[in-house]
């Protein structure tokens, strides 16, 4: 994995699809397997102690980049649901609304968007989740009815997939962090060549 930075207490990782974080030691939050992009780690146990405390205490940005099925009409939006794990399938995350009967013990979990662009049966969004749970986004825009593209665990029966797309197409691009050092920084991984070359044979 390509190293965006490095010190004494954090080295900060683009990571390709593929890797599995949680085989990773001391990382900070998760990314999914086919998931890519800024994957925090820490060098010693103060110092993840200390960065997983501001993403508990929901104080890190974090940005996606992720290609949605179908038309998005709003240019932004908010999802706010209850989070847990789906009855009919152990291996997904379903959002449950306040009053439904099964709701109880989830948890609260809200997903910003806004569109950067469309494409005809595709949308692509600017995705900042304000809550870190597990398959979070994946979760939310399939429940607004617009699955990640290439999600294979997500998407809708014979859904569209651009040519080209062997993953879902979700990107970790920018987290905004204070380090150990006291110090507030960015990070940015820019879009991966696989998903480049998806949106450009889209634009064509």
Avoid: W
Wanted: aromatic share 6%; hydrophobic share 35%.
């Amino acid at each position: 994995m390509d190293v965006i930075y490095e010190d004494e207490n954090v080295l900060v990782f683009d990571k390709p699809p593929g890797v599995i974080s949680d085989n990773i030691p001391l990382r900070v939050h998760r990314l999914d397997k086919d998931t890519s992009g800024v994957l925090l780690v820490a060098k010693n146990e103060k110092s993840l102690k200390f960065l997983q405390e501001q993403f508990k205490e929901r104080r890190v940005e974090k940005k996606y980049i992720s290609l949605a099925t179908g038309d998005i009409k709003t240019g932004a939006g908010i999802i706010e649901t209850l989070l847990g794990r789906s009855p009919k399938d152990k291996r997904k995350q379903r959002a449950f609304l306040a009053q439904e009967p099964r709701a109880e013990n989830k948890r609260a979990a809200v997903t910003e968007y806004k569109v950067i662009e469309r494409f005809p049966a595709f949308t692509l969004l600017e995705v900042t989740p304000k809550t870190g749970r597990k398959h979070q986004i994946r979760a939310h825009l399939a429940h607004i009815g617009h699955p990640i593209a290439g999600d294979k665990l997500y998407g809708f029966k014979n859904q569209p997939c651009p040519a080209g797309l062997k993953r879902q197409f979700l990107h970790a691009n920018y987290i905004k962090i204070t380090l150990p050092s006291g110090e507030i920084k960015e990070f940015i991984s820019p879009l991966p060549k696989d998903l480049k070359l998806v949106l450009s044979s889209l634009a064509h």
